[in-house]
């Protein structure tokens, strides 16, 4: 190990595992007296840059995330942050580019740097109490008690986080009132005439440039979002379990869990699948929601994004589901107004012909 490049200092990058967990690491390492330096927001540059470390056919996410090494480079940082989370529970297994996230930055990006790169692997016992000791012990720390309080004290950010995205504080929102130790919700849920679910990844969709900011696209079409930080964890495994299906992908509670709540709820009137050109798990789990959703008569686009997507066809497709979304909604609601107004009128008629009979009472 070398010592040298470590001052109580670690960088984060702003990309993949950061938009899952980034309330739990900044309050863990806050805790134990290790700044966080956190690369810049994804920016064209640092896409490109990531782009001319990693082979073209590798998603855009591992892209992004070298881009955003590189940008701690930069500001000075040598000491990054790169899990390796291989699984999340026993046989729920990320992808090989996360589970290989380390492997992949030490051989394509050339420069001096030391990475902090705790290994998660739930099939293989290593616990989350064993991934903090591990990035504990890269900074010397080895007092049990420290790492047990600043575990707590990640939890509590990481707690305060959902609870708030929950309650349908919008993510940057939840983010920032977690990081500052605040917990603020949302009472009141603003009725829009359309609703949607967006499945993807937290990476793809809460990275303003990467997602090109479908959310607030969406909101100025008057069309309200619901996404993952929506849905508790308890109610998107059932939701997958009740269509027939099982977890197999440590991310999947964000596509499929998040869509089959929604789809078994009839909470929404319609699906966008949100995913990286070429991710192998992203291309089974929507399959597997098309499947559903064609059965159940929900209507379900899949959007993929890569460092070639044009913002003008996006809003256009994006533009052309709320449409149709809109008519559909239009004729359902003109059959069912007609439906109320035959029955009334059939009602009308009834009580006329007992009131003739004089049976009417
Ligand atoms: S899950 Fe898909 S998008 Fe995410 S890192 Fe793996 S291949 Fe890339």
């Given at each position: 190990?070398?010592t040298?490049?470590?001052?109580n200092k670690?960088?984060?990058p702003r990309?993949i ?7 739990f ?5 806050k805790?134990l007296g ?10 064209t540059?640092i896409?490109?840059?990531g782009c001319?470390?990693v ?5 855009l996410?591992?892209?992004?995330f070298?881009g955003?090494?590189v940008?701690?480079l930069?500001?000075g ?13 026993y ?9 290989g996230l380390?492997e ?8 001096e740097?030391k990475?902090?790169e ?5 099939t293989?016992?290593?616990?989350f109490?064993?991934f903090?000791n591990?990035?504990?012990?890269a ?10 309080k600043?575990?707590a ?17 919008p993510?940057q ?9 605040k ?10 005439p359309l ?10 969709l809460?990275?303003e440039?990467i ?18 930080l929506?849905v ?10 009740s269509?027939g299906e099982?977890?197999y992908?440590?991310n ?18 319609g699906i966008i ?12 789990m929507?399959?597997e929601m098309?499947?559903h ?6 209507p ?5 994004i890569d ?7 996006f ?9 149709m979304?809109?008519?559909?909604k ?12 035959k029955?009334s009128a059939?009602?009308?008629k009834?009580?006329t012909?007992k ?7």
């Amino acid at each position: 190990m070398n010592t040298a490049l470590l001052n109580n200092k670690v960088g984060i990058p702003r990309a993949i595992s950061y938009y899952n967990n980034y309330p739990f690491y900044y309050g863990f390492f806050k805790s134990l007296g290790i700044e966080v330096v956190l690369s810049d927001k994804t920016t064209t540059k640092i896409i490109n840059e990531g782009c001319k470390y990693v082979v073209s056919d590798t998603c855009l996410p591992v892209k992004v995330f070298a881009g955003h090494v590189v940008n701690l480079l930069d500001k000075g940082c040598n000491v990054i942050f790169v899990p390796s989370i291989q699984s999340t529970g026993y046989k729920i297994n990320n992808c090989s580019k996360i589970r290989g996230l380390p492997e992949i930055i030490r051989n394509v990006i050339n420069r001096e740097f030391k990475m902090i790169e705790p290994t998660l692997d739930k099939t293989e016992n290593i616990n989350f109490k064993s991934f903090c000791n591990q990035i504990a012990n890269a900074f010397e720390i080895k007092d049990s008690n420290r790492i047990k309080k600043a575990m707590a004290d990640g939890w509590k950010a990481y707690d305060a986080f959902c609870e708030m995205a929950q309650s349908g504080v919008p993510y940057q929102e939840a983010l920032k009132n977690a990081i500052d130790g605040k917990l603020v919700k949302k009472s009141v849920d603003i009725v829009k005439p359309l609703s949607v679910v967006i499945m993807a990844h937290g990476y793809n969709l809460f990275d303003e440039r990467i997602s090109m900011n479908i959310i607030k696209k969406l909101e100025k079409m008057d069309v309200k979002v619901y996404t993952s930080l929506n849905v508790s964890r308890d109610a998107a495994i059932s939701s997958i379990h009740s269509l027939g299906e099982i977890q197999y992908w440590a991310n999947e509670l964000e596509l499929t869990g998040t869509a089959a709540y929604y789809l078994l709820n009839n909470k929404v009137d319609g699906i966008i699948a949100l995913s990286a050109f070429g991710c192998g798990p992203d291309s089974l789990m929507v399959d597997e929601m098309m499947y559903h959703c064609k059965e159940k008569g929900m209507p379900l686009i899949h959007l993929t994004i890569d460092e070639h997507t044009g913002e003008a066809g996006f809003v256009t497709r994006l533009e052309a589901f709320v449409d149709m979304l809109m008519r559909k909604k239009r004729s359902i609601l003109n059959k069912n107004s007609g439906k109320i107004k035959k029955q009334s009128a059939e009602v009308v008629k009834i009580k006329t012909d007992k009131i003739l009979t004089g049976s009417a009472k």
